[in-house]
């Protein structure tokens, strides 16, 4: 996970540079971290003032927020019900403008939580994540955009701090709408399992 100092800048993980430089990779203006080993994902946001030649730029805390992986543990491939490690973006915004408590089913929306659904397994906003490394979280039987891997809201919202997903990351209303308001298309989301 990504450590804090003063001045409230950060010093990210080292595979996430890593993986930006390997990739060819454009950092965005918003990062998340996932730690699988912590249940937590942390919100990232680039400092305003860069100084020319930083090959990566600084990046302040903004937000924790407590969250769910997979009760499978962590894992690449189609139909393992992992959660996928490594440099994603996000993809695609789905359920902008929707109430809260929308109940997805195939990425519609079919219902509301209150009227039935309230164990719905994807509910309030989507994030669909597409992985960015070919041949680890991109292409064939790897890749987390086929697999449909979101950040995504969950009926049952006890169950967040621990792996109980079947490989999305699931997050709490309260944290994940104002976080699908706040971040765009192409944000960078770094998966890892510490």
């Known amino acids: ?27 965005s203006r918003y990062l998340l971290t996932v730690s699988v080993t912590a249940q937590e994902m942390q919100l990232f946001e680039r400092e305003p003032a860069q100084i020319a030649g930083v090959p990566f730029p600084e990046y302040g805390f903004r937000r924790r927020y407590v969250i769910s992986t997979s009760a499978w543990g962590v894992g690449q491939t189609m139909h393992s019900h992992r959660t996928p490690l490594g440099l994603h973006r996000i993809a695609q915004k789905i359920g902008g403008g929707t109430p809260i408590g ?20 994807i509910v309030h906003r989507i994030l669909w994540l597409e992985g960015l490394e070919p041949g680890f979280n991109r292409g064939g039987e790897v890749d987390s955009f086929r697999r449909c891997i979101y950040l995504h809201g969950f009926g049952d919202e006890t169950t967040l701090g621990r792996p109980t997903s079947h490989g999305c990351i699931h997050v709490a209303a309260k944290d994940l709408i ?17």
């Open 102 to 121: 929308t109940v997805f089913r195939h990425r519609q929306p079919i219902g509301l939580t209150w009227e039935g659904l309230h164990e719905a397994a």
């Open 1 to 27: 996970m990504a450590e804090t100092h003063a001045g409230g800048r950060s010093r990210l993980p080292s595979g996430l540079h890593a993986a930006v430089r390997r990739h060819g990779v454009r950092p």
């Open 178 to 194: 104002p976080l699908y308001d706040r971040v765009p298309v192409g944000t960078l989301v770094w998966i890892a399992e510490r």
